[in-house]
């Protein structure tokens, strides 16, 4: 027979049982639509994660911290550890570690993540926020992706960019709506006029604490898309102003409680320097040349194995999932194909008495299991499409409540689409093997007397 | 043996095992037929007409002695030769007509060509001039819903000789027929017998058109061939 006809055949033979055909390439597809839904979202989070890293050259970074200060004091808290940390010499990191570290071949820049706390006033709205300082070189990098506006031409201007999340937070929906407009930002002062001693007793209780605010006004140039993944970033505030600006500025960095705690030696320094590389491949040796000087490094293509790792388990159980509703089709598959070898049974002992072999009897019921295959193949792609689709715009519409920019969770690359299809006619011919064997062994001289 | 017999039979003989009981269906049948005759098989039921039948078109395989047609011991092939054998040299038609009811005259005609290979413009122009063949061009649109029980055999006997067969088995061929469809469709057994030269072996139970159109008539009683006219 030729291949032409095998398939003619099968198809044709299951266009005569239309419903009980429909009914089970509905199984199929509902079995093949559920596992490529699970594997395009496992897909589509690991695109999205990997895809922002990339855009934002995260993989190019390293975050460097002194080797004391709130993380080791929380990974540290044992007793006679921190004593031997007291006695470690104190590595502060300055403008001179800055000046140092660009020289290392393969770094394009540092700088350091200074962040103070401060209340921002926009229109009648007041918030609480910690603000960045971001130079202007890095503010036009891929790092910062801008949702209006652009960045800051230089670190002199008295200008700033807000992310989307703190405007949604202000309850305003249209980034474009706020640029070129103005913003206070109060900053927190110690002023020694309060500390006298008709206050020293409120002082002392700390009532009246001899903090005083300064305002500085400043204007929208951007709006930035807040980086939504946690951990030590180089960005990891919602308003971001220049350096100079940021000098001019009377202000207490206090970022947390840990920073009342620290020496003074400790203090002196930058809480952290986020080092660009030009590319991943300098990771290893700047990271060694730091760590030698005796810093704390992250960099975050250290995670990277561990975060595929993680994707693989993900995307064996999203596929565990899946496989329960192609087992179930697959089933019904099988007792269609039985089901209609007891009612051409006749038909197999025609088809043998005019010179069929038990190969060519076999192959026309493959033949049906794999047309079976092949469109709940089809079918069950649109459908995992469809789904998928609807349930991105559902999980979209929640988020976007909450100022979370659209996100396709889902994605489809091409070898998803063709392996689904492919996937499922494989599945449909393991099924079909059980009754087109039992097809191939029909009797023709007892068939031909079968009513 | 002799080689000049279309088809030859040495101590043919069918065993069916029913548990523990066994049936002896035809018992050392010797039987030779030549190129181009007419052979009658009769007999009462269960005298192992149909079991020779199966036996000779290659859908059963004997318990012992041999089977020589065209010069070929079709007993000793295996199932796949067996099935080539069916497809080419041998047509078969039956009582209940055999053909799917699902398919046209025409595809039914066409039908064992599909397993020949044979492509699907070149089928159906076979199928529509044996059809013309045996009187049926009209009909060649029809499902066997729509047509005569005489119109359906003569349908099975266009899907047998489509591959051109040098033998044609005729298994009850009127059986589900009234006496006037019967006669006209065991003429038309006669007519290729005589004008293409077919060999044609039929049994029935209608003596009548055994003694009319046969050569030959054997008689089988118990498995066994009784009586040869």
């Known amino acids: 027979m030729r291949i032409s006809d095998y398939i003619e055949q099968s198809f044709s033979n299951l266009w005569k049982k239309k419903l009980r055909t429909f009914l089970t390439t509905c199984g199929v597809a509902i079995g093949i639509g559920a596992l490529v839904s699970m594997i395009s979202f496992g897909k589509g989070i690991q695109k999205n994660i990997t895809d922002t890293f990339t855009e934002l050259e995260l993989f190019n970074y390293i975050t460097v911290s002194s080797a004391s200060g709130e993380d080791q004091m929380a990974e540290h808290s044992d007793e006679s550890e921190k004593k031997e940390n007291q006695a470690e010499p104190i590595h502060v990191l300055n403008e001179e570690f800055i000046q140092k ?351 | 043996m002799n080689h000049s017999n279309l088809v030859e039979t040495e101590n043919l003989t069918k065993v069916y095992a029913s548990g523990k009981i066994k049936v002896v269906a035809l018992e050392n049948v010797n039987l030779s037929v030549e190129p181009g005759e007419f052979l009658g098989v009769t007999g009462p039921s269960g005298s192992g007409k149909s079991t020779l039948m199966n036996l000779l078109g290659g859908l059963d395989t004997p318990s012992a002695g041999r089977i020589r047609v065209q010069g070929r011991f079709i007993s000793e092939l295996n199932k796949y030769e067996l099935a080539l054998y069916r497809r080419h040299q041998v047509g078969m038609i039956f009582q209940s007509f055999n053909i799917i009811s699902s398919y046209t005259a025409l595809e039914n005609v066409a039908f064992p060509l599909l397993f020949a290979g044979v492509p699907k413009k070149n089928r159906n122009q076979r199928a529509a001039e044996i059809l013309t063949v045996v009187g049926l061009s009209a009909r060649k649109d029809h499902r066997p819903s729509e047509l005569s029980g005489g119109e ?11 591959n051109q067969p040098k033998i044609l088995l005729a298994d009850e061929p009127t059986g589900n027929l009234d006496s006037g469809t019967s006669a006209q469709i065991v003429q038309t057994l006669a007519n290729l017998n005589k004008n293409h030269h077919l060999t044609v072996i039929m049994i029935s139970h209608e003596e009548s058109l055994q003694q009319k159109f046969a050569d030959r008539v054997i008689r089988l009683c118990d498995g066994k061939i009784v009586e040869e006219q």
């Open chain 1, 101 to 451: 570290v660009t020289k290392i071949n393969g770094v394009q820049s540092a700088f350091p993540e200074i962040r103070f706390p401060a209340l921002i006033r926009f229109e009648q709205e007041e918030k609480f926020s910690l603000v960045q300082v971001l130079p202007s070189n890095v503010c036009r990098s891929e790092l910062v992706k801008l949702r209006a506006g652009k960045s800051y031409e230089s670190d002199q201007q008295d200008s700033l960019i807000v992310s989307d999340s703190f405007l949604h937070s202000m309850k305003i929906k249209e980034p474009e709506a706020v640029i070129g407009q103005t913003i206070e930002i109060s900053t927190l002062t110690f002023d020694l006029s309060l500390f006298d001693l008709t206050n020293a007793v409120s002082v002392l209780q700390g009532t009246k604490l001899p903090f005083s605010k300064q305002s500085y006004t400043f204007t929208i140039v951007g709006v930035a898309e807040r980086m939504g993944f946690a951990g030590p970033m180089p960005l990891r505030s919602d308003v971001f102003i220049p350096p100079a600006a940021s000098e001019k500025m009377e202000k207490l960095s206090l970022t947390s409680i840990w920073d009342f705690f620290q020496t003074l030696e400790q203090t002196k320094g930058y809480s952290a320097v986020n080092v660009r590389l030009r590319s991943a491949k300098y990771i290893e040796p700047v990271k060694a040349q730091i760590e030698d000087w005796g810093f704390k490094t992250f960099a975050l293509v250290d995670q990277l194995h561990e975060i595929k790792t993680g994707f693989i388990f993900m995307d064996m159980f999203l596929f565990a999932v899946g496989m329960i509703a192609i087992t179930v089709a697959s089933l019904g598959i099988i007792n269609t194909m039985v089901m209609s070898i007891l009612e051409r049974y006749r038909d197999i002992g025609i088809m043998k008495a005019v010179g069929a072999t038990d190969k060519d009897v076999k192959r026309i019921f493959f033949f049906e299991s794999g047309a079976i295959g092949f469109w709940g193949g089809v079918f069950g792609l649109a459908l995992g499409w469809v789904v998928s689709i609807v349930i991105n715009l559902v999980i979209n519409y929640f988020l976007a409540k909450q100022g979370v920019p659209y996100v396709n969770y889902f994605s489809f690359p091409w070898w998803l689409c063709l392996g689904a299809i492919a996937f499922s006619i494989l599945i449909s011919l393991a099924a079909g093997i059980y009754p087109a064997s039992r097809a191939a062994r029909v009797d023709p001289v007892v068939a031909l007397r079968h009513d």
């Open chain 2, 152 to 162: 359906q055999q003569r349908v099975a006997i266009a899907r047998a000789l489509i």
